[in-house]
């Protein structure tokens, strides 16, 4: 299995909004696998499928701690029925070069999504993993994280990419999947 390489800031397929799933199928748990397989080598604790070129209602995600890892939940056509409470924590992007922030977030959430059959699930969830799951469920509608910063620390995000994209044009270093 092929680990894939992610995209970043400010690619425009990014931007865009994913297409739900209709095919439950074979290749639909390839491209899952994958992507499961992309995040871990990252290391990332959510991947969604915009972020490897692919527009369509997918992710995966694990917010388990280091010595946890490897129990990925992948989830089809999400979408956050409930939401309550708010909190801020930090956060980072495999699609955001050299940038960590504080982002307010929903604490409380109840997702609806299918699983790779194709069944329904209904859940709950609070704190980290909600935050993690609000993160990837935005990179499906096409917002990045840096979108839910004040304009001022965007601004001067975007002055640093700059600069970021100029060494590494230079060094012709060209970002993998790191
Ligand atoms: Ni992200």
Known sequence: MPILPILKYPNQTLRRKAAPVREFDAE???LVEDM???MYAAPGVGLAAP???????ILVYDPATAEEKGNYTALINPRI???EGEEIGEEG???VRELCAEVKRTY???VEARDLEGSRLNFEAEGWP?????HEIDHLNGILFIDHLSSLKRTLYKKKLKKIIEAEKQGDIGESAG
């Open 108 to 110: 409380r959430i109840v």
């Open 28 to 30: 639909l748990v390839a």
């Open 51 to 57: 972020q490897i070129g692919v527009s369509k209602q």
């Open 81 to 83: 029925v409930e939401a």
């Open 93 to 95: 992007c495999l699609s």
């Open 130 to 134: 909600a935050r993690v799951l609000q």
């Open 36 to 38: 499961a397989e992309t």
